[in-house]
Structure formats: C-alpha cells, structure tokens
Nanobody
Framework: QVQLVESGGGSVQAGGSLRLSCAASGRTFSSYVMGWFRQAPGKEREYVAAINWSVGGTNYIDSVKGRFTISKDNAKNTVYLQMNSLKVEDTAVYYC??????????????????WGQGTQVTVSS
C-alpha cells in the first residue's frame, strides 16, 4: 500500500533551519503532485508548497517564498522541504501529501489521495 513517511522535524530557534523529508512508497508517483501542508494548534491545515513529480515545477505560499525550498530525489522516491530563516509562526505539524495530477487545485487538501503522519516543527524566539 502507499506510504508517505515524514522525518526531520524538531525544535529550533528563530532564524534556524530544518530539512523535512517525505519518503514515498507503494506506487509510482511520476504522475503525482507532492505537497507539504502544515497545521498549527487550533488552526486549519494550511498549504505550504508543492512540486510536480514529473516536470519538477514548484509553488509556494507567499509567507515562505525565499525561505523554503521543495525538491525531490527520483532515485530515493523522496520529497524534501528545506526550511531556512524559520520564524515562530512556522511552528506546526507538517504533513506530506500525494495527489494525482488531474489538473485540479493542488492547494486544497481535497486534491490529495495520500497523507503522511506528520512531523512536528517548533520554532522558539
């Protein structure tokens, strides 16, 4: 079965960096969009970034542009989220997701078929 396993979360001070990994298995993801979402306590799950697995195109929410980078390693079937210049407001559980590239809106949670279990990122001041 399909599995998405996130890792790399942790606690850092503001201005620090973390790299999240999402190891995908169970099927071929070449026709999929891979997304990263986050959910802070008491808030809805929020889109952060996405990458088209086949062509590598990327997209980000405005609040992380220039600080976060989404990338993939085809050989390892892994998607990464490099997070630099972290801010306290980046604190959340971060989730990896996979959705078939049907042309829908990949910024919505309903686009995605598979989700990881989440990894906690805590940024302190």
């Amino acid at each position: 079965q399909v599995q998405l396993v996130e890792s790399g979360g942790g606690s850092v001070q503001a201005g620090g960096s973390l790299r999240l990994s999402c190891a995908a298995s169970g099927r071929t993801f070449s026709s999929y969009v891979m997304g990263w979402f986050r959910q802070a306590p008491g808030k809805e799950r929020e889109y952060v970034a996405a990458i088209n697995w086949s062509v590598g195109g990327t997209n980000y929410i405005d609040s992380v542009k220039g600080r976060f980078t989404i990338s993939k390693d085809n050989a390892k079937n892994t998607v990464y989220l490099q997070m630099n210049s972290l801010k306290v407001e980046d604190t959340a559980v971060y989730y990896c997701a996979a959705g078939r590239n049907t042309g829908g809106n990949y910024k919505y949670t309903g686009f995605y078929d598979y989700w990881g279990q989440g990894t906690q990122v805590t940024v302190s001041s």
